[in-house]
Protein backbone atom coordinates (compact mmCIF):
# COMPACT_ATOMS: atom_id res chain seq x y z
CA UNK A 1 0.00 0.00 0.00
CA UNK A 2 1.15 3.50 -0.82
CA UNK A 3 0.94 6.37 1.41
CA UNK A 4 -0.38 9.65 0.73
CA UNK A 5 -0.79 12.82 2.74
CA UNK A 6 -2.27 15.18 0.49
CA UNK A 7 -2.54 19.09 1.73
CA UNK A 8 -6.36 19.68 1.00
CA UNK A 9 -8.62 22.86 0.66
CA UNK A 10 -12.42 23.50 0.34
CA UNK A 11 -12.23 26.57 -1.41
CA UNK A 12 -10.45 30.03 -2.12
CA UNK A 13 -10.06 31.20 0.87
CA UNK A 14 -10.85 28.53 2.95
CA UNK A 15 -8.10 26.90 5.36
CA UNK A 16 -5.80 24.04 4.34
CA UNK A 17 -5.36 20.86 6.34
CA UNK A 18 -3.42 17.21 5.65
CA UNK A 19 -5.25 14.43 4.88
CA UNK A 20 -4.03 10.98 4.64
CA UNK A 21 -4.79 8.12 2.53
CA UNK A 22 -3.74 4.66 1.53
CA UNK A 23 -3.71 3.66 -2.26
CA UNK A 24 -2.50 0.29 -3.43
CA UNK A 25 0.18 1.41 -5.83
CA UNK A 26 2.88 -0.57 -8.08
CA UNK A 27 6.07 1.31 -8.95
CA UNK A 28 5.32 1.78 -12.13
CA UNK A 29 2.51 4.12 -11.38
CA UNK A 30 2.23 7.46 -11.44
CA UNK A 31 0.99 9.74 -9.57
CA UNK A 32 -1.78 10.97 -11.95
CA UNK A 33 -2.45 6.98 -12.10
CA UNK A 34 -2.22 7.03 -7.91
CA UNK A 35 -4.87 9.44 -7.42
CA UNK A 36 -6.99 8.35 -10.11
CA UNK A 37 -7.35 5.12 -8.28
CA UNK A 38 -8.21 6.95 -5.20
CA UNK A 39 -10.90 8.74 -6.40
CA UNK A 40 -12.04 5.98 -8.56
CA UNK A 41 -15.12 4.37 -6.51
CA UNK A 42 -18.13 7.02 -5.35
CA UNK A 43 -17.40 6.40 -1.48
CA UNK A 44 -13.74 7.32 -0.36
CA UNK A 45 -12.17 7.39 2.79
CA UNK A 46 -8.84 8.89 4.39
CA UNK A 47 -6.38 6.73 6.45
CA UNK A 48 -8.44 6.46 9.70
CA UNK A 49 -11.48 5.02 7.56
CA UNK A 50 -13.60 8.56 7.77
CA UNK A 51 -15.50 8.93 5.00
CA UNK A 52 -14.72 12.29 2.70
CA UNK A 53 -14.64 13.90 -0.92
CA UNK A 54 -12.98 13.08 -4.01
CA UNK A 55 -9.25 14.33 -3.99
CA UNK A 56 -9.96 17.60 -6.76
CA UNK A 57 -6.69 17.47 -9.36
CA UNK A 58 -6.41 18.84 -12.96
CA UNK A 59 -5.39 16.55 -16.28
CA UNK A 60 -5.79 16.20 -19.51
CA UNK A 61 -3.49 14.96 -21.53
CA UNK A 62 -1.68 12.33 -19.34
CA UNK A 63 1.21 12.42 -21.63
CA UNK A 64 3.29 15.25 -19.55
CA UNK A 65 1.97 17.75 -22.93
CA UNK A 66 -0.33 20.04 -21.12
CA UNK A 67 1.08 20.66 -18.09
CA UNK A 68 -2.42 20.88 -16.11
CA UNK A 69 -1.57 18.52 -13.75
CA UNK A 70 1.50 20.64 -12.15
CA UNK A 71 1.55 19.91 -8.10
CA UNK A 72 4.34 20.02 -5.52
CA UNK A 73 5.12 16.19 -4.74
CA UNK A 74 7.29 15.54 -1.95
CA UNK A 75 8.24 18.84 -1.88
CA UNK A 76 9.14 19.27 -5.73
CA UNK A 77 7.56 20.80 -7.87
CA UNK A 78 6.35 18.48 -11.05
CA UNK A 79 3.41 16.84 -13.45
CA UNK A 80 2.04 14.26 -11.87
CA UNK A 81 1.64 12.39 -15.27
CA UNK A 82 5.52 12.32 -15.33
CA UNK A 83 6.35 10.83 -12.05
CA UNK A 84 6.35 7.60 -10.87
CA UNK A 85 6.01 5.91 -7.38
CA UNK A 86 9.50 4.34 -8.60
CA UNK A 87 11.10 7.18 -8.21
CA UNK A 88 10.05 8.72 -5.01
CA UNK A 89 11.57 7.97 -1.33
CA UNK A 90 10.23 7.88 1.52
CA UNK A 91 7.49 6.08 3.35
CA UNK A 92 5.01 8.76 2.74
CA UNK A 93 4.60 10.71 -0.72
CA UNK A 94 3.99 14.30 0.08
CA UNK A 95 1.49 15.74 -2.57
CA UNK A 96 0.14 20.21 -2.30
CA UNK A 97 -0.63 22.58 -4.98
CA UNK A 98 1.42 24.87 -6.21
CA UNK A 99 2.62 27.59 -3.62
CA UNK A 100 2.38 30.64 -6.28
CA UNK A 101 -1.18 30.85 -7.40
CA UNK A 102 -4.82 31.10 -5.55
CA UNK A 103 -5.73 27.52 -4.78
CA UNK A 104 -9.48 26.72 -5.97
CA UNK A 105 -9.58 23.65 -4.06
CA UNK A 106 -7.44 20.87 -2.90
CA UNK A 107 -4.32 20.40 -5.84
CA UNK A 108 -6.32 22.95 -8.42
CA UNK A 109 -4.95 26.33 -8.67
CA UNK A 110 -5.47 29.60 -10.70
CA UNK A 111 -2.91 30.01 -13.21
CA UNK A 112 -4.53 32.95 -14.94
CA UNK A 113 -1.86 34.89 -14.24
CA UNK A 114 0.52 33.51 -16.04
CA UNK A 115 -1.75 33.99 -19.36
CA UNK A 116 -2.25 37.40 -18.30
CA UNK A 117 1.00 38.21 -17.33
CA UNK A 118 2.31 37.50 -20.90
CA UNK A 119 -0.37 39.44 -22.70
CA UNK A 120 0.15 42.75 -20.37
CA UNK A 121 4.19 42.22 -21.58
CA UNK A 122 3.26 42.08 -25.29
CA UNK A 123 4.62 38.60 -25.31
CA UNK A 124 2.30 37.82 -28.86
CA UNK A 125 2.79 37.95 -32.35
CA UNK A 126 0.74 40.67 -34.06
CA UNK A 127 -0.58 40.05 -37.81
CA UNK A 128 0.75 42.47 -39.80
CA UNK A 129 -1.25 45.33 -41.26
CA UNK A 130 -3.16 45.17 -44.72
CA UNK A 131 -1.62 46.39 -47.24
CA UNK A 132 -4.61 48.01 -49.26
CA UNK A 133 -2.07 50.15 -51.79
CA UNK A 134 -2.88 47.72 -54.61
CA UNK A 135 -4.83 47.82 -57.39
CA UNK A 136 -7.90 45.50 -57.40
CA UNK A 137 -6.44 43.55 -60.69
CA UNK A 138 -2.95 43.71 -58.91
CA UNK A 139 -1.43 40.63 -58.01
CA UNK A 140 1.36 40.74 -54.83
CA UNK A 141 4.92 38.67 -55.92
CA UNK A 142 4.43 36.41 -53.11
CA UNK A 143 1.11 35.06 -54.59
CA UNK A 144 3.25 34.21 -57.70
CA UNK A 145 4.67 30.63 -57.20
CA UNK A 146 7.38 31.40 -60.03
CA UNK A 147 8.61 34.62 -58.57
CA UNK A 148 8.46 32.86 -54.89
CA UNK A 149 10.75 30.61 -56.34
CA UNK A 150 12.60 33.26 -57.51
CA UNK A 151 13.11 34.81 -54.06
CA UNK A 152 14.67 32.00 -52.52
CA UNK A 153 17.12 31.51 -55.09
CA UNK A 154 17.60 35.20 -54.90
CA UNK A 155 18.11 35.17 -51.21
CA UNK A 156 14.99 36.37 -49.91
CA UNK A 157 11.96 34.80 -48.19
CA UNK A 158 8.37 34.23 -49.19
CA UNK A 159 7.59 37.52 -48.09
CA UNK A 160 9.95 39.38 -50.09
CA UNK A 161 12.38 40.09 -47.03
CA UNK A 162 15.71 39.57 -47.25
CA UNK A 163 16.96 36.36 -45.61
CA UNK A 164 18.54 36.57 -42.65
CA UNK A 165 21.65 34.34 -41.01
CA UNK A 166 19.25 33.21 -38.48
CA UNK A 167 16.77 31.63 -40.79
CA UNK A 168 19.92 29.17 -41.82
CA UNK A 169 21.46 28.56 -37.78
CA UNK A 170 20.11 25.13 -37.06
CA UNK A 171 21.06 25.85 -33.78
CA UNK A 172 18.83 28.37 -33.64
CA UNK A 173 16.23 26.67 -35.21
CA UNK A 174 16.26 23.54 -32.32
CA UNK A 175 16.30 26.37 -29.98
CA UNK A 176 13.07 27.79 -31.39
CA UNK A 177 11.17 24.46 -31.45
CA UNK A 178 11.87 23.64 -27.62
CA UNK A 179 10.94 26.86 -26.41
CA UNK A 180 8.15 26.48 -28.57
CA UNK A 181 7.10 23.89 -26.73
CA UNK A 182 6.46 25.95 -23.39
CA UNK A 183 3.58 24.02 -21.59
CA UNK A 184 2.68 27.43 -19.24
CA UNK A 185 2.31 24.74 -16.50
CA UNK A 186 3.70 26.80 -13.85
CA UNK A 187 6.81 24.41 -12.53
CA UNK A 188 9.59 27.22 -13.26
CA UNK A 189 7.49 29.99 -11.41
CA UNK A 190 6.94 28.09 -8.44
CA UNK A 191 10.46 26.99 -7.88
CA UNK A 192 11.70 30.27 -8.79
CA UNK A 193 13.20 32.64 -6.09
CA UNK A 194 12.18 35.62 -7.45
CA UNK A 195 8.87 34.90 -8.58
CA UNK A 196 5.94 36.50 -6.72
CA UNK A 197 2.50 36.37 -7.61
CA UNK A 198 0.87 39.72 -9.21
CA UNK A 199 4.36 41.55 -9.81
CA UNK A 200 6.36 42.60 -12.29
CA UNK A 201 9.00 39.87 -12.62
CA UNK A 202 7.69 37.09 -15.00
CA UNK A 203 10.51 34.62 -14.80
CA UNK A 204 11.56 32.14 -17.59
CA UNK A 205 8.17 32.00 -19.09
CA UNK A 206 8.83 35.46 -20.31
CA UNK A 207 12.64 35.03 -21.38
CA UNK A 208 11.61 31.97 -23.42
CA UNK A 209 8.60 34.04 -24.96
CA UNK A 210 10.97 36.93 -25.40
CA UNK A 211 13.37 34.79 -27.15
CA UNK A 212 11.03 32.61 -29.64
CA UNK A 213 9.19 36.57 -30.75
CA UNK A 214 12.52 38.20 -31.00
CA UNK A 215 14.04 35.58 -33.04
CA UNK A 216 10.78 35.86 -35.33
CA UNK A 217 9.53 39.40 -35.71
CA UNK A 218 11.84 41.91 -36.92
CA UNK A 219 9.31 45.10 -36.61
CA UNK A 220 8.99 44.23 -32.83
CA UNK A 221 12.24 43.75 -31.58
CA UNK A 222 12.61 46.80 -30.08
CA UNK A 223 9.66 46.37 -27.68
CA UNK A 224 10.58 42.86 -26.88
CA UNK A 225 13.83 43.35 -26.05
CA UNK A 226 12.18 46.23 -23.55
CA UNK A 227 9.61 43.91 -22.55
CA UNK A 228 12.57 41.48 -21.46
CA UNK A 229 14.63 44.27 -19.50
CA UNK A 230 11.14 45.19 -17.63
CA UNK A 231 9.56 41.79 -16.57
CA UNK A 232 12.52 39.47 -16.54
CA UNK A 233 16.51 41.04 -16.57
CA UNK A 234 15.76 42.87 -13.75
CA UNK A 235 14.72 40.13 -11.65
CA UNK A 236 16.15 37.46 -12.16
CA UNK A 237 19.11 36.08 -9.85
CA UNK A 238 20.60 33.67 -12.20
CA UNK A 239 19.77 30.87 -10.21
CA UNK A 240 18.38 29.06 -13.57
CA UNK A 241 16.30 26.62 -10.96
CA UNK A 242 13.86 27.30 -13.86
CA UNK A 243 16.07 24.83 -15.95
CA UNK A 244 16.80 21.52 -13.64
CA UNK A 245 12.79 21.76 -12.83
CA UNK A 246 10.98 22.48 -16.67
CA UNK A 247 9.63 19.16 -17.76
CA UNK A 248 10.32 20.26 -21.66
CA UNK A 249 13.99 20.91 -21.07
CA UNK A 250 13.52 24.47 -21.75
CA UNK A 251 16.85 26.32 -21.67
CA UNK A 252 16.25 29.68 -20.36
CA UNK A 253 19.91 30.47 -20.24
CA UNK A 254 20.21 30.18 -23.97
CA UNK A 255 17.07 32.61 -24.39
CA UNK A 256 18.76 34.84 -22.04
CA UNK A 257 22.05 34.66 -23.82
CA UNK A 258 20.25 35.36 -26.71
CA UNK A 259 18.51 38.18 -26.03
CA UNK A 260 21.79 39.68 -23.77
CA UNK A 261 23.79 39.37 -27.31
CA UNK A 262 20.80 41.51 -29.14
CA UNK A 263 20.25 43.88 -25.55
CA UNK A 264 24.01 45.20 -27.07
CA UNK A 265 23.42 46.03 -31.12
Not at 157 to 170: F, I, L, M, Y
Request: glycine residues 6%.
Amino acid sequence: MTRLAILRQKGPGEAPYWQRFEVEGTPNMTIAALLDKLNYDDDVFDIDGKPTTRVRWECSCLQGQCGACAMVINGRPALACDTFLRDLKGDEITLAPLTKFPVVADLVVNREAIERGLQEAKMYLEAPEADNSLAADDKPVTNDPSNREESHIAGENASGKPRTAAAHNEKLHDLQYTAARCLKCGLCLEICPNYVHGRQFLGSLLANNAFLLHSQSEERQQELKESFDAHFLIGCSKSLSCEEICPVGISTLASLFFMNRRRTH
